[in-house]
C-alpha cells in the first residue's frame, strides 16, 4: 500500500528554514502524549534555497504520481527528530500542490506528497479519521498541534510535538484583522492570550474531537498574524471540507477517508 501526507506547505516560500536557531512553534499548550496524535507528521524539506519544515497529516493509502521534490517525513513519533520506539522514517519525492494556489493570499493552501514506501500501522501511528459524510462540524473549540515557535522572543523548533486549544473565530469578525485575505476556504480561530500557532505550525491539522473521541481534521495551519504570534489577531487555517472532492480525485477513494 502506498500512503499520502495531507500538507499544507503548498509553498516553500511559506514554510519556515529548519534552523534550530530561528526556525520558528506553538504558543503556550501542552506536551502531547504518546500517540495521542498518531496522524501527525513532521515533514522536512532540501531545495536549492535551504532546509525547510513543515507539518502535516497522514491521511489515506492511495497514490498517483506527481512532480518532483525531496522530503524526509517522520511518522508514528512526536519527536522532531523522529526517535522513538514506534518512529518511522520515511522518504518522498512526489507532490501536488492545489491548481488554484495563490501564494499572495494563500487562498487554496493545501496539497499531497505521495510516500515512497508503505508505513505498518499501529496505535501510534494512523491515518487521520478525516472528515465524515455531511457537512463540516462546527468548528467552535479544536486543536492546533505542531513543533513550532512557543514565543515571539524564542525562535526555533521544538523538540516535542505540542497541542494547544483553540477556538473558532467568525470569517467576518477574521476579516476585520485579515481584510479581503479572507475566503469561504479558509477558517479563523484563536485561543488565550499567548495561546495559538506560530511560526513552523504551517501545515499542522486543526483536530475537533465529535462521535465519542472521533478525532477529525476540519483544517489545517497556513497562517499568523504579522503582528505576532502572542498578539490576540486570529491565526488562518485552510478549511479541508472545500477540498475533499479534490483529494478523492487526486487518492481515488470515495467514501470516508478512514476505511
Given at each position: 500500500?502506498?500512503?499520502?501526507?495531507l500538507?499544507?506547505?503548498?509553498?516553500?516560500?511559506?514554510?519556515?528554514?529548519?534552523?534550530?536557531?530561528t526556525?520558528?512553534?506553538?504558543?503556550?499548550?501542552?506536551?502531547?502524549?504518546?500517540?495521542?496524535?498518531?496522524?501527525?507528521?513532521?515533514?522536512?524539506?532540501?531545495?536549492?534555497?535551504?532546509?525547510?519544515?513543515?507539518?502535516?497529516?497522514?491521511?489515506?493509502d492511495?497514490?498517483?504520481?506527481?512532480?518532483?521534490?525531496?522530503?524526509?517525513?517522520?511518522?508514528?513519533t512526536?519527536?522532531?527528530?523522529?526517535?522513538?520506539?514506534?518512529?518511522v522514517?520515511v522518504?518522498a519525492?512526489e507532490?501536488?500542490?492545489?491548481?488554484?494556489y495563490?501564494?499572495?493570499?494563500?487562498?487554496?493552501?493545501?496539497?499531497?506528497?505521495?510516500?515512497?514506501?508503505?508505513?505498518?500501522?499501529s496505535?501510534?501511528?494512523?491515518?487521520?479519521?478525516?472528515?465524515?459524510?455531511?457537512?463540516?462540524?462546527?468548528?467552535?473549540?479544536?486543536?492546533?498541534i505542531?513543533?513550532?515557535?512557543?514565543?515571539d522572543?524564542?525562535?526555533?523548533?521544538?523538540?516535542?510535538l505540542?497541542y494547544?486549544?483553540?477556538?473558532?473565530?467568525s470569517?467576518?469578525?477574521?476579516?476585520?484583522?485579515?481584510?479581503?485575505?479572507?475566503?469561504?476556504?479558509m477558517?479563523?480561530?484563536?485561543?488565550?492570550?499567548?495561546?495559538?500557532?506560530?511560526?513552523?505550525d504551517?501545515?499542522?491539522?486543526?483536530?475537533?474531537?465529535i462521535?465519542?473521541g472521533?478525532a477529525?481534521?476540519?483544517?489545517?495551519?497556513s497562517?499568523?498574524?504579522?503582528?505576532?504570534?502572542?498578539?490576540?489577531?486570529?491565526?488562518?487555517?485552510?478549511?479541508?471540507?472545500?477540498y475533499?472532492?479534490?483529494?478523492?480525485?487526486?487518492?481515488?477513494?470515495?467514501?470516508?477517508?478512514?476505511?
Amino acid at each position: 500500500m502506498k500512503f499520502f501526507v495531507l500538507l499544507l506547505c503548498a509553498n516553500l516560500v511559506w514554510s519556515f528554514p529548519n534552523k534550530k536557531s530561528t526556525s520558528p512553534r506553538i504558543i503556550g499548550g501542552s506536551i502531547a502524549r504518546s500517540g495521542q496524535f498518531p496522524f501527525a507528521a513532521a515533514i522536512f524539506t532540501t531545495t536549492l534555497d535551504g532546509n525547510y519544515f513543515c507539518g502535516g497529516t497522514l491521511l489515506t493509502d492511495q497514490w498517483r504520481n506527481f512532480r518532483a521534490e525531496l522530503f524526509e517525513i517522520h511518522l508514528g513519533t512526536n519527536t522532531l527528530d523522529g526517535s522513538g520506539p514506534y518512529a518511522v522514517k520515511v522518504s518522498a519525492d512526489e507532490y501536488i500542490l492545489h491548481p488554484e494556489y495563490d501564494p499572495l493570499t494563500l487562498d487554496n493552501d493545501i496539497g499531497l506528497i505521495w510516500l515512497r514506501l508503505p508505513v505498518e500501522f499501529s496505535d501510534y501511528l494512523k491515518p487521520v479519521d478525516f472528515l465524515p459524510f455531511g457537512e463540516l462540524p462546527p468548528v467552535s473549540s479544536a486543536m492546533a498541534i505542531g513543533w513550532g515557535q512557543i514565543a515571539d522572543d524564542d525562535p526555533g523548533l521544538v523538540t516535542d510535538l505540542r497541542y494547544v486549544y483553540v477556538t473558532s473565530v467568525s470569517n467576518p469578525e477574521c476579516k476585520i484583522v485579515y481584510g479581503d485575505q479572507i475566503t469561504d476556504n479558509m477558517v479563523c480561530a484563536a485561543g488565550n492570550y499567548n495561546e495559538r500557532t506560530c511560526f513552523g505550525d504551517t501545515g499542522g491539522p486543526l483536530v475537533q474531537i465529535i462521535n465519542r473521541g472521533q478525532a477529525v481534521v476540519p483544517a489545517i495551519s497556513s497562517f499568523i498574524s504579522t503582528n505576532g504570534c502572542e498578539s490576540p489577531d486570529p491565526s488562518g487555517y485552510t478549511r479541508v471540507f472545500t477540498y475533499v472532492d479534490w483529494i478523492r480525485n487526486i487518492t481515488g477513494r470515495t467514501g470516508q477517508f478512514n476505511n
